[in-house]
């Protein structure tokens, strides 16, 4: 089965600064991997998604993430922190159950963007 | 134009009444889902149906039942509402056969139980 553990719950940089938010996946087969947003009192936003084609995948808002088979990993990044970026910051990957695919959530990482 | 809407988005109401939850999709999707979000940001799927046809149902209990009158409606009724009920709740909706099953989310229902 699939499982993805974000490895920081909390992660906190100054504005101007590089961001990283760490994920770790599981997978017994070549993964679907997704990152989403959830700003306070929103819905959920896809920020980028890989799919099996480029190992550097780049999303909205200035994000990427690379895909790193080696490493089981799908960092996300950012070369520098804005305001609003203050959110939190799901790892999801695509499991596949018969027929039915569902995805699997991350708990989250919670990032802070400090003036 | 919204893609995936929610009704209400807010709902306070006491411990044992029932209530319901509506979510319309506009993207032309097969696949629909709820999601319940805890206090704690812990996303966990509910239900999934494809089709009208339910191929997800985690182990919810059977105060909850979701309905589908047609691919672009999912509803959630949940019976004899307790405490622990109180989470946002989120439907998304999704196009079955991708291979990346990208999920498009609705804003949110946030349910609060007195």
């Known amino acids: 089965a699939q499982s993805v553990t974000q490895l920081d719950s909390h992660v906190s940089v100054s504005e101007g600064t590089p961001v990283l938010l760490r994920c770790n996946y599981s997978s017994s087969y070549s993964p679907s991997l997704f990152w989403y947003v959830q700003h306070p009192n929103k819905g959920l936003q896809l920020l980028l998604k890989?799919?099996?084609?480029a190992t550097l995948v780049k999303g909205i808002n200035g994000f990427e993430a690379e895909f790193k088979k080696s490493e089981t990993s799908f960092h996300l990044t950012k070369p520098s922190a804005h305001m609003s970026d203050a959110a939190e910051y799901f790892c999801?990957?695509?499991?596949?159950?018969?027929?039915?695919?569902?995805?699997?959530w991350g708990l989250g990482t919670s990032l802070a963007v400090n003036p | 134009d919204t893609a995936v809407s929610q009704t209400p988005k807010y709902l306070v109401t006491q411990m044992g009444n029932d209530k319901s939850i509506k979510c319309e999709q506009n993207l032309g999707h097969d696949t629909m889902y709820w999601y319940k979000q805890d206090s704690k940001k812990f996303l966990k799927i509910m239900f999934s149906y494809n089709n009208k046809e339910l191929i997800i149902n985690e182990t919810v209990p059977n105060r909850f039942s979701p309905k589908s009158p047609d691919k672009a409606h999912l509803n959630l009724h949940i019976n004899s509402l307790e405490l622990g009920d109180s989470a946002v709740y989120f439907c998304?909706?999704?196009?079955?056969?991708?291979?990346?099953?990208?999920?498009?989310f609705g804003p949110g229902t946030r349910l609060t139980v007195l």
């Open positions: 999801v990957v695509s499991d596949r159950t018969g027929n039915n695919r569902k995805l699997i």
């Open positions: 998304a909706s999704s196009q079955a056969g991708l291979i990346y099953n990208e999920q498009f």
């Open positions: 890989y799919t099996s084609a």
